[in-house]
């Protein structure tokens, strides 16, 4: 009896709070007892938004917790793993609700770290990440260059103009803080909430200023931040577990731009590396440094991203612990200055490939460090 009452509440909660989705509306074909839920006569290749309630008792209605976005498959269906009580509603368009140049990564836990190479920062840890838009490309000099010029004729002050080799180049030669300031500019000029303050209430945004200007991040917003490094490291996985690179584990000159050191014909060179070059990617290795290649050159992730080993080292929101995973394992943001460094991820076109792998910690710098080999790429929320 307490089961079938337990499926009448739901349906009741479904009927109840579906919204219209064109001439369908969603139906819930199972729930097994550990709360793995099974929806269909949805639309393929749109994102349905799950909610559960705790308790069906007094406003109810009112009383509807959010949880993040799920794609429907090609069979109109969802599966998910959600506390009880639950309704399906805001079926919307997955092309249409993510940014143009951005792609949707899914929420949900993955194994942040491996044990392939003998990291001592990177022992594997289950960590939940909220789903999240992420630029597809690293920005762009030229993408930098527009922001960084309305920025400047509105109030905001950079300790560097930036660098590219090309307009389709990474820029680079960017510190922590000019990344910060311009995301800040890039959301106000798309009418979007900025993320980043100079106080812990967020009144005073984050337009000037240097090493050792401490800034607040207000999550809550829907502007362009950069990325956790748990989110950075669960987008460049691209959907694979316990791989060296977003693709596999190994690495060739046609994935990616890094300083190839192969073993054969390397002694002590590295096992994955399948070369063909040694030292610099020839197709980049033109006209001086740095040996930056086009954005997007090379193939994507399975969450087509582009770039997310090699080519140029990008900034996260996080400063660098051990372990990582800190204070949360859900949605962490990372230890505190006291560690002396911003992470940086991906490796780039300089150091070889043990740099590029998804898993590596090993850089990190000041936050007012500037050079060649750093550039960033900006995520958001909803």
């Known amino acids: 009896m307490r089961t ?26 199972s729930l097994s007892q ?37 794609f429907v498959d ?54 939940n990440v909220s789903g999240f838009y992420m630029d597809t490309n690293l920005v762009s000099y030229s993408q930098w260059q527009g922001v960084y010029s309305w920025a400047t004729n509105h109030g905001y002050g950079f300790v560097h103009a930036g660098a590219g080799k090309a ?4 820029v680079q030669t960017v510190d922590w803080y000019d990344c910060v300031k311009w995301c800040n500019a890039r959301s106000v000029q798309a009418g979007l909430t900025p993320v980043y303050y100079t106080n812990a209430g967020f009144t005073q945004l984050f337009t000037n200023g240097d090493d050792p200007t401490t800034v607040y991040q207000n999550l809550a917003a829907n502007g362009y931040r950069l990325p956790t490094e748990a989110e950075w490291e669960k987008a460049a996985r691209g959907g694979l577990s ?42 980049f290795a033109i006209g001086g440094y740095p040996y930056t290649s086009p954005v997007g050159y090379f193939a ?31 949605n962490p943001t990372g230890s505190g200055p006291g560690s002396g460094g911003r992470v940086m991820r991906g490796g780039y076109w300089d150091y070889d490939a043990y740099y590029a792998r998804c898993a590596s910690r090993s850089i990190y710098d000041p936050p007012s460090n500037a050079y060649y080999a750093i550039g ?7």
Not at 35 to 63: D, F, I, K, M, R
Not at 76 to 96: A, C, D, E, H, L
Not at 376 to 382: D, I, M, P, T
Request: hydrophobic letters at 35%; proline letters at 8%; aromatic letters at 14%.
């Open 4 to 29: 079938k009452l337990h499926y009448m509440f739901i349906l009741l909660a479904v009927s109840a709070g579906v919204e219209p989705a064109g001439a369908q509306s969603p139906v819930i074909s």
């Open 34 to 70: 550990n709360g793995v839920l099974v929806c269909t006569n949805l639309q393929p290749g749109t994102l349905a938004s799950v909610e559960w309630a705790s308790s069906l008792a007094g406003p109810w209605q009112t009383n509807w917790a959010g949880l993040d976005a799920v």
């Open 74 to 127: 090609a069979n109109g269906k969802i599966q998910v793993s959600v506390p009880m009580f639950y309704r399906v509603r805001g079926v919307t368009n997955s092309s249409s609700t993510t940014p143009p140049g951005m792609a949707f990564i899914r929420a949900g836990s993955f194994m942040m770290g491996d044990t392939l190479d003998g990291d001592s920062d990177a022992i594997p840890i289950t960590v």
């Open 167 to 170: 307009a389709n180049h990474p």
């Open 242 to 283: 316990g791989q060296r690179f977003p693709w596999g584990n190994t690495i060739s000159g046609s994935q990616a731009d890094y300083y190839g050191y192969p073993n054969p014909p390397h002694s002590g060179g590295l096992t994955y590396d399948l070369g063909p070059y040694t030292g610099y990617n020839t197709n």
């Open 300 to 330: 994507a992730n399975g969450y087509g991203l582009y770039d997310m080993a090699g080519n140029v080292y990008e900034w996260c929101w996080d400063w660098y612990g051990t372990p990582y995973g800190q204070p949360t394992t859900t």
């Open 376 to 382: 960033f790429r900006c995520v958001r929320g909803f």
